[in-house]
């Protein structure tokens, strides 16, 4: 009788695991909760645009693709806008050695 009792205890947990991870049959299939990051493409991002960034959730954290996503996107801006600082200052100083 102990043995009938640990095939359905044994059953019951193994149905609640499968309902918490998703894969019970017979459920409704969620929507994948990727969001796409909508970042401007045809102009330089702007301080307003980074504080209105809403990364998506993940179960632990921000989804990392996304995430990698927009630190390449500020960082080319940046390496791009640390050349034009460059270009300038070096036009000024020669401009003002003149």
Same mark, same amino acid.
């Given at each position: 009788m102990w043995?009938?009792?640990l $095939?359905?205890?044994?059953a019951?947990? =193994?149905?609640?695991? #499968?309902?918490?991870? *998703?894969r019970?049959?017979?459920? %409704?299939?969620?929507e994948p909760d990727d ?8 102009r330089?991002? $702007?301080a307003s645009?980074?504080?209105a =960034?809403r990364?998506? #959730?993940?179960?632990? *954290?921000?989804q990392?693709?996304a %995430?990698?996503e927009?630190?390449?996107r500020?960082?080319a801006?940046l390496a ?10 070096a036009?000024?100083v020669?401009t003002?050695?003149?």
């Amino acid at each position: 009788m102990w043995i009938l009792w640990l $095939v359905v205890i044994t059953a019951i947990l =193994l149905a609640v695991v #499968l309902l918490a991870l *998703g894969r019970g049959d017979g459920l %409704v299939e969620e929507e994948p909760d990727d969001v796409v990051v909508r970042m401007p493409q045809e102009r330089a991002m $702007v301080a307003s645009d980074v504080e209105a =960034l809403r990364l998506p #959730l993940a179960l632990r *954290g921000y989804q990392m693709a996304a %995430v990698d996503e927009v630190l390449d996107r500020l960082a080319a801006e940046l390496a791009l806008r640390d050349a034009e600082i460059r270009q300038l200052q070096a036009g000024s100083v020669a401009t003002s050695e003149e």
